[in-house]
Structure formats: C-alpha cells, structure tokens
T-cell receptor, first 116, second 114 residues
Framework: GNSVTQMEGPVTLSEEAFLTINCTYT??????LFWYVQYPGEGLQLLLK?????DKGSNKGFEATYRKETTSFHLEKGSVQVSDSAVYFCALPANAGGTSYGKLTFGQGTILTVHP | EAQVTQNPRYLITVTGKKLTVTCSQNMNHEYMSWYRQDPGLGLRQIYYSMNVEVTDKGDVPEGYKVSRKEKRNFPLILESPSPNQTSLYFC?????????????FGPGTRLTVL
C-alpha cells in the first residue's frame, strides 16, 4: 500500500515567520494528497488537497504543491499566526489504485506552536 | 450542517467493563472509519465500513468490534477494555471517491481505561 513520511516536530515559530512542514510519499500511481489540521481539542479537518501531479492546493494562506519528481507535498505558509498553532497531518489513500474504501494513511503529525 | 458526531466525548472506565462509543454522520456517506490517535504514532485505523453490513479490519483491530446496521451509524464496541486501549478515538466518514476522498472527522472521544 501507499505510505507517507512526515517531518517530525515539534515546530516552534514566532508570529509572521515562514513555515515549511515536509511530507514525502511512496505510492503506486498518482493518488490525491491531503493536509489535515487538528486544532486543540478538536477532530481533524481538511486543510487542503491536490488531486493530480503539479497541482497546488491552498487554503487559509497555506499552500502545498504535488511534486511527482520528488514525491513530495510540503506544506508552506508565508506568515504564520498564533491561531495556526495546531497539529498538521499529511495523508494519502492507503490503497494502491482504485477506490480508497475510505482509508487514508496519515503521517505522524507535526505539532506547530506559534508565539506572539 | 454536515457533521460527524461522537458520544461520549470523554469516558473513564475500568478494565473489563464493556463500552460502546457511538458515531453518526448526516452526509449519506458510504464509508465510515474508526481511528485511534496516540502520541508518536499518529492516526491508525481500527475498522472501516464500505456500506451497511460491510465492515473490514484496519491496522489495529484487536480488542474492538464494530457494526453497521444503518448507513448513518457506526458504533465502536470494546467488549473487555484494557489499559492499552486508553487513547483518543475518532470516527470519520467519506464518499470513498479515490480522487477526492475527503474524510470528515468527529470531535473525538478521549477514553481512559483504569
């Protein structure tokens, strides 16, 4: 099946700093790629996704580009805010090809803390 | 509002006392899953269901049971909980489409087994 390796944290930044969280994947074919975010005390929610190679997903100032050459989907934000403090998960369908059957494989998560 | 609900949100119990965590979704999704989240291990899938009466094991099914008698509900059952099942549990649902398979998560259930 497919797998994902995510940069381990935690990551601590000052407000307005630049953020990069690395994510690389191993997959058969070119599956969709996802970033999920988990705010304190809440469940995961989709942050952004890219469904094919070279696509860029974006939301709330975050961006990630689907790069098949380097099998990467790094998450970036140019200027983080205190409210971005959360856990970030990279994910992709667990199964190679076909229907995912609702199963995603998640990275271990990166804890981001942003100080004022 | 599209949502996945779980109950209870917090539960403290003792070893061996059967418990059920409920999960319900209102999006008419085919697929539902249960995950557990543990520090340093990320999210691991326990069980998933592709439709009513169709379930299959995920990565860590030992000690858990599920049922899918209705499309909207997918309860997680711990017949005889043990301390190693202390964890944060999430239910999720999705349409199952390979190309845009967004999973919608519930708010989580924090379980402590003493």
């Amino acid at each position: 099946g497919n797998s994902v390796t995510q940069m381990e944290g935690p990551v601590t930044l000052s407000e307005e700093a630049f953020l990069t969280i690395n994510c690389t994947y191993t997959a058969t074919g070119y599956p969709s790629l996802f970033w999920y975010v988990q705010y304190p005390g809440e469940g995961l929610q989709l942050l952004l996704k890219a469904t094919k190679a070279d696509d860029k997903g974006s939301n709330k100032g975050f961006e990630a580009t689907y790069r098949k050459e380097t099998t990467s989907f790094h998450l970036e934000k140019g200027s983080v805010q205190v409210s971005d403090s959360a856990v970030y998960f990279c994910a992709l369908p667990a199964n190679a090809g076909g229907t995912s059957y609702g199963k995603l494989t998640f990275g271990q998560g990166t804890i981001l803390t942003v100080h004022p | 509002e599209a949502q996945v609900t779980q109950n209870p949100r917090y539960l403290i119990t003792v070893t061996g006392k059967k418990l059920t965590v409920t999960c319900s979704q209102n999006m008419n999704h085919e697929y539902m899953s249960w995950y557990r989240q543990d520090p340093g291990l990320g999210l691991r899938q326990i069980y998933y269901s592709m439709n009513v009466e169709v379930t299959d094991k995920g990565d860590v099914p030992e000690g858990y049971k599920v049922s899918r008698k209705e499309k909207r509900n997918f309860p997680l059952i711990l017949e005889s909980p043990s301390p190693n099942q202390t964890s944060l549990y999430f239910c999720a649902s999705s349409s199952g489409d390979y190309r845009s398979d967004t999973q919608y998560f519930g708010p989580g259930t924090r379980l402590t087994v003493l």
